[in-house]
């Protein structure tokens, strides 16, 4: 169950890895300055999505399905900041740019928000157990 849940996340996620590994001679250049910032933001904001999405509805690991928010959160802006990282360090033709970093966490803030209209209160009921960042969110919903 949990692969079927998943399966688009973590492909996301692995071609996300794959694009911003690559190296920039290998890249097209971009048809204007801001492309590069907004497919960082709407890559983020599908992985985030895909991700709560996917995390909430698998049953076999109950404390990633009743504390995916805070994880998807978490560990999507941590992604996005090492994957920078990695392009600063690894390659000698990419570079970091926090820019880039703070387009994949406002992606993964607005894939949680994207996530919230949909699902709303509903996204929150049915946990195994109530965690705590559940039980916030149901009263910030409320």
């Known amino acids: 169950m949990f692969w079927r849940h998943n399966f688009i996340a973590t492909f996301l996620t692995l071609i996300a890895g794959g694009l911003c590994l690559t190296p920039g001679k290998d890249l097209a250049a971009a048809p204007f300055i801001s492309f590069d910032k907004f497919a960082h933001l709407v890559l983020f904001t599908l992985i985030s999505l895909s991700w709560m999405v996917g995390l909430r509805k698998q049953t076999r690991f109950t404390y990633l399905r ?77």
Not at 112 to 129: E, P, T, V
């Open 66 to 142: 009743d504390h995916f928010f805070p994880l998807v959160l978490t560990l999507g802006i941590f992604y996005g900041i090492a994957l920078e990282i990695i392009q600063g360090i690894a390659f000698t033709d990419r570079y970091a740019d926090w820019k880039d970093a703070l387009a994949d966490a406002i992606g993964v803030f607005l894939g949680a928000g994207i996530f919230l209209l949909i699902y709303g209160k509903m996204a929150f009921q049915n946990a195994s157990r109530r965690s705590l960042s559940s039980q916030m969110i149901e009263r910030f919903l409320n």
